[in-house]
């Protein structure tokens, strides 16, 4: 079993960065594929990022890419969402999410532990 918990939301203005934090407990990271979700209010949960658990391979969604970051310490037990240009379509509550596994998932249905969620409101 996985715990994850996520830190580093808050309220931000359109422009600016966030980092969020994903800490685990209960095991290690290791073996495990790390990604970020995010829900906005009335829709979705929806696919961010996620990368894989030798921090050596990484994808985006298509809205996030070229502005959002992610990376991993292993060591640390903490994965990181890098947000830059943040604009007011990210807000949303962010979740952090592990696979057990060294494949790429996209799908919600993929990951086995989720955290709680952070939020993140970016104002205009």
């Known amino acids: 079993q996985v715990q994850l918990v996520e830190s580093g939301g808050g309220l931000v203005q359109a422009g600016g960065s966030l980092r969020l934090s994903c800490a685990a407990s209960?095991?290690?990271?290791?073996?495990?594929?790390i990604g970020w979700f995010r829900q906005a209010p009335g829709k979705e949960r929806e696919f961010v990022s996620t990368i894989t658990w030798s921090g050596s391979f990484a994808i985006y969604a298509e809205s996030v890419k070229g502005r959002f970051t992610i990376s991993r310490h292993n060591a640390r037990n903490t994965v990181y969402l890098q947000m830059n240009s943040l604009k007011p379509e990210d807000t949303a509550v962010y979740y952090c999410?592990?696979?057990?596994?060294?494949?790429?998932?996209?799908?919600?249905?993929?990951?086995?532990?989720w955290g709680q969620g952070t939020q993140v409101t970016v104002s205009s």
């Open positions: 999410t592990a696979r057990r596994g060294t494949t790429i998932e996209t799908t919600r249905a993929a990951y086995d532990f």
């Open positions: 209960g095991r290690t990271f290791s073996g495990h594929t």
